[in-house]
């Protein structure tokens, strides 16, 4: 789809939330500033989360009780520092995951996760697939 405003999609992922199972992982794609950290704002109204979310770069992973794990992998260098740390612990707590710049654990990431794209455009849109 194609997102024009940070709200857009907000809403694309509020939608997205509800195909969501427990114990699912998404992989969230996009260079820095694409939206992904806003999608998952989305993704957590949509899951009943009313906290706000809130970037987890320095933290790597904040837990909104145990239904959303939201990690961001930015600062990690691989999958051993990730276990080291017990962030992968959570792929299997039952909760959903859902992990910015999943690239940097490549190597500890479960089986089986679903991935969502988030393409720059312009310096409003969007394009968003998720597969
Ligand atoms: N259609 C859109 N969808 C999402 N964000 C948008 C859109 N248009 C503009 N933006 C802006 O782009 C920025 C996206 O920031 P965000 O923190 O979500 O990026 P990110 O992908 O998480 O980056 P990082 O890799 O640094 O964590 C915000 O400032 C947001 O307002
Ligand atoms: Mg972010």
């Given at each position: ?13 509020e ?19 694409a939206?992904k ?11 009943g ?15 909104y ?7 961001d ?59």
């Open positions: 789809m194609i997102a024009k405003t940070p709200e857009q999609t907000m809403e694309y992922a939608k997205y939330a509800k195909t969501l199972r427990a114990g699912d992982v998404v992989l969230l794609k996009g260079e820095m500033g939206g950290t806003v999608f998952v704002k989305g993704l957590a109204k949509g899951l989360i009313e906290d706000e979310i809130t970037s987890p770069t320095y933290a790597y992973m904040n837990d009780d145990g239904v959303l794990y939201h990690y992998c930015y600062r990690l260098k691989n999958g051993a520092q990730a276990e080291a740390l017990g962030l992968t612990d959570y792929f299997f707590a039952g909760g959903i995951c859902v992990i910015e710049w999943s690239e940097n654990i490549a190597d500890v990431l479960p089986e089986n996760c679903k991935t969502v794209m988030i393409r720059k455009l312009d310096a409003n849109t969007r394009e968003i697939v998720a597969e």
